[in-house]
């Protein structure tokens, strides 16, 4: 990973962010000290990274993540990048299955009224319906393992 060296505005961002985090109680006193003295005298992104690193969304709040994109780094590096991209990938598969299975179902009822009950209409609606399930699973699996 290439790295990029920071400057007074980055090192005050990172600061502000751990003096909120730790305002919201995620670490002590002691575990603030150290943080706040490596953030204070980072050199490089990588030094603002061990600072922030186990915090939640850290790298989305700061403006690090595009400079870091930039430099070369991949979402791979960072796991609330990953994270973020995992979630998306979710929602847009989701979303998509949930139309499918409605589209499905309401085609089901409207050849229920027209043709009445059937064993084989219920069959292929139930595997079709199984196969779009499956297939936005492998789908989401697939995605996320590369996120």
Known sequence: MDVTLVGDADRDRALALLRR???EGRFDHEELTRR???A???RSTTDVWVALRGLPNALLETVFAPRLLAAGATLSTYPALRAAKRLALAVIVSAA???ATTLLAVTYAI???VGGPSTIVAAVFALTWLLVT???WRTWRRGSRRA
Do not use: E, K, R, T
């Open 36 to 38: 706040v003295d490596v």
């Open 97 to 99: 299955w949930l139309l």
């Open 111 to 113: 050849s229920l009224i």
């Open 21 to 23: 985090h730790y305002a």
């Open 40 to 42: 204070a005298g980072a």
């Open 134 to 136: 499956w297939g936005s």
